[in-house]
T-cell receptor, first 116, second 113 residues
Framework: NAGVMQNPRHLVRRRGQEARLRCSPMKGHSHVYWYRQLPEEGLKFMVY????????ESGMPKERFSAEFPKEGPSILRIQQVVRGDSAAYFC??????????????FGAGSRLTVL | AQTVTQSQPEMSVQEAETVTLSCTYDTSENNYYLFWYKQPPSRQMILVIR??????QNATENRFSVNFQKAAKSFSLKISDSQLGDTAMYFCAFNNAGNMLTFGGGTRLMVKP
């Protein structure tokens, strides 16, 4: 049973380009979360999605960032017109139902974005 | 809003000895959950231990145990018989049964041979 799969593991983009990060949740998990980790910091919540729905995007920057979790296929975190401050590790996590503490998040290995 | 504070940016311990990592949090909630995650150099986030706030008994997982002091809003992690493989970043995290985990800034633990 594969865990949470993220790709690419490493992505290099120049300023102004677009970055797309993909996340396939664990089998049987229909809830996906994206977190961002800046260097030497803890993870910060960005967005929570279920299939075809954004449930909570309170941690997502208002501009340039978007996320989706289509009916078929992986969840996508999209960053348009990247800037150097977007350089970070982006983690995806999944759970079988919504986070309630009783349901533990399973994290992927992260995607490290470097903006030149 | 909840906050989680880890006051020790770095810690070191000799192999086979015991080390305690500190975590404090701030919340007005009564029911919530606390976690310790380990992040080794591979960057994978690995759950170490979990505590439900309504349980008075401290959680234990093999060499890992917590000291949960609800009134003091403190949730420290004790690692006994430290092993080289315990070298990692350790993050304390809080969930109030909402949609997100709130993480502390992390403690870098180095286990020395």
């Amino acid at each position: 049973n594969a865990g949470v799969m993220q790709n690419p593991r490493h992505l290099v983009r120049r300023r102004g380009q677009e970055a797309r990060l993909r996340c396939s949740p664990m089998k049987g998990h229909s809830h996906v979360y994206w977190y961002r980790q800046l260097p030497e910091e803890g993870l910060k919540f960005m967005v929570y999605l279920q299939k075809e729905n954004i449930i909570d995007e309170s941690g997502m920057p208002k501009e340039r960032f978007s996320a989706e979790f289509p009916k078929e296929g992986p969840s996508i975190l999209r960053i348009q017109q990247v800037v150097r401050g977007d350089s970070a590790a982006y983690f995806c996590a999944s759970s079988p139902t919504g986070v309630s503490g009783a349901n533990v998040l399973t994290f992927g290995a992260g995607s490290r974005l470097t903006v030149l | 809003a909840q906050t989680v504070t880890q006051s020790q940016p770095e810690m070191s311990v000799q192999e086979a000895e015991t080390v305690t990592l500190s975590c404090t949090y701030d919340t007005s909630e009564n029911n919530y959950y606390l976690f310790w995650y380990k992040q080794p150099p591979s960057r994978q986030m690995i759950l170490v231990i979990r505590q439900e706030a309504y349980k008075q008994q401290n959680a234990t997982e093999n060499r890992f145990s917590v000291n949960f002091q609800k009134a003091a809003k403190s949730f420290s992690l004790k690692i006994s018989d430290s092993q080289l493989g315990d070298t990692a970043m350790y993050f304390c995290a809080f969930n109030n049964a909402g949609n997100m985990l709130t993480f502390g800034g992390g403690t870098r633990l180095m286990v020395k041979p």
